[in-house]
């Protein structure tokens, strides 16, 4: 069974920055599809970044060039630094993981089998 426990949400203001970080339990973390997906009021769950097993980093249009994600297969734990924070970022984030399933999109909350708890992210304007 794989946990994930995120921390680092929080309220800022708009401009600001926060990092959202995802701990993983296992042994099986280095070879997971990682991501965060966010989920604000009234609206479905949605992609924001992933860390494929190859490496790369992929983003969801609308947080390009503000948010990061990495990981530390060191210390068993997915990030997101983000940036430039602006109110309609405001939402519950998820750190989700899956283990390796070629072919199947990324970008899908059900293509996900382990969920964190989720990180609330308010940003004021």
């Known amino acids: 069974q794989v946990q994930l426990v995120e921390s680092g949400g929080g309220l800022v203001q708009a401009g600001g920055s926060l990092r959202l970080s995802c701990a993983t339990s296992g042994r099986t973390f280095s070879s997971y599809t990682m991501g965060w997906f966010r989920e604000a009021p009234g609206k479905p769950r949605e992609f924001v970044a992933v860390?494929?097993?190859?490496?790369?980093?992929i983003y969801t249009m609308s947080v390009e060039g503000r948010f990061t994600i990495s990981r530390d297969n060191t210390k068993n734990t997915l990030y997101l630094q983000m940036n430039t924070l602006k109110p309609e970022y405001t939402a519950v984030y998820y750190c989700?993981?899956?283990?390796?399933?070629?072919?199947?999109?990324?970008?899908?909350?059900?293509?996900?089998?382990?969920w964190g708890q989720g990180s609330q992210v308010t940003v004021s304007s």
């Open positions: 860390f494929t097993r190859s490496g790369s980093p």
């Open positions: 989700a993981a899956r283990p390796p399933a070629p072919g199947v999109s990324y970008d899908s909350p059900w293509a996900y089998k382990y």
